[in-house]
Structure formats: C-alpha cells, structure tokens
C-alpha cells in the first residue's frame, strides 16, 4: 500500500505550516500518512534526521511504495538519504527545495545537509519520481537555485503564483495543490 511520510523544513514542527492539513486531506483519502518530528535544536544535523529515517526503513515503513513530502531543507535532506543508503522510494515532493547556504540567519542550521550535487543525483537512480513546487516570488530560494535542483533530479516544476515560501506566514495552513498532485501522480504511478 502507499505511504506518504510528510517531512516538515528547517526549525519547523509537524504543526507548523501545511503540514498537518496535508496529512489530514491523505488520510481522508484512504492512505497511510504520518508527519515526522525531526530533531531540533543541537541535533538539528543530517547524522540525527538520517538515524530517524533509518529507524523507519528498518520497520519497513520506508520502500518503493513510500512518498516523501518535503519542505526547504528536508528535499536535498531526502535526496541524500535515498542516494547514501540505495533506499528505492516511489517518489518525492520537495517544496521550495534548496541545496545552498544563503548567508543568512539559518546557515548554520542548515550546512550539515547541503551535498555535492553528484551525491545528489545519484537519488535518480532510487526514486520513480521527482516533483518540484516552487514559487515565483520565493523570497529565500531563487529560480537558478530550484533550477539547480530540478536539473540534478530531472524533476517536473509546478510554479505557483505568490506563493512566496509556503509558509503560514505566507497564507498556506493548508496546500490543496500538494493533495491535487498526488492524485495525479497517483494516475500514472
């Protein structure tokens, strides 16, 4: 059966953002979802997100029929994950994915996922399917950088008018275009 594994951006919990609207609208739908809580604070880190994940490959939550949904951090977080640990998936959704230090506030919480783009597209060869939602006025990550991403991935881009970060900041306590999505993908996976 499909599984969905929704895995929140940087410093953010499973009750920020769309994140909880999307688990709830895929479990209205009839599928397994679950939203992680990914280590913060001083174990915001790749090594502490990556034992989090390998926990759930372990149970057999994690394999071919899993999605991952993803925010900011968390796409080239997955990316790397799948590609380190030749874990095949279904597929990933990565919102206003980035894989850069901006020299802003938030690097530092940041730099242990950034990875060499060839790691990065070693993901291709584990995953069926990439989406890329970006939008046209992100005021954090710019067109060449989720260009960057999309490229590394051969990943298809769904651009979203002021969507800005796609944050609750930004008006998205829910995001029925990642329900739209997958529904569709649903029709050709």
Not at 90 to 112: H, Q, R
Not at 113 to 129: D, M
Not at 142 to 163: H, I, P, Q, Y
Request: proline share 3%; charged share 25%; net charge neutral.
């Amino acid at each position: 059966m499909k599984n969905y594994i929704i895995i929140p951006g940087s410093a953010s919990t499973p009750y920020d953002n769309w994140y909880q609207s999307v688990y709830e609208g895929l479990k209205e739908k009839g599928y397994d979802a679950i939203v992680l809580f990914m280590p913060q604070n001083e174990n915001h880190n790749y090594k502490a997100w990556e034992r989090v994940l390998m926990a759930y490959k372990k149970a057999g939550i994690i394999g071919r029929n899993t999605t991952f949904i993803c925010h900011d951090v968390s796409g080239v977080f997955v990316a790397r994950f799948v590609a380190k640990t030749k874990t095949s998936v279904c597929g990933v959704v990565a919102v206003s994915p980035f894989n850069s230090i901006f020299g802003m506030e938030g690097d530092d919480l940041n730099k242990t996922f950034i990875s060499n783009y060839k790691l990065v597209e070693k993901a291709k060869n584990y995953v069926k399917f990439f989406h890329i939602i970006k939008s046209n006025n992100d005021p954090f990550v710019s067109d060449e950088e989720a260009e960057r991403f999309e490229k590394a991935l051969d990943a298809k881009t769904k651009v979203v008018e002021n969507g800005g970060y796609f944050s609750s900041k930004d008006g998205y306590e829910k995001f029925d275009e990642i329900l739209r999505l997958i529904d569709n993908i649903n029709e050709i996976v």
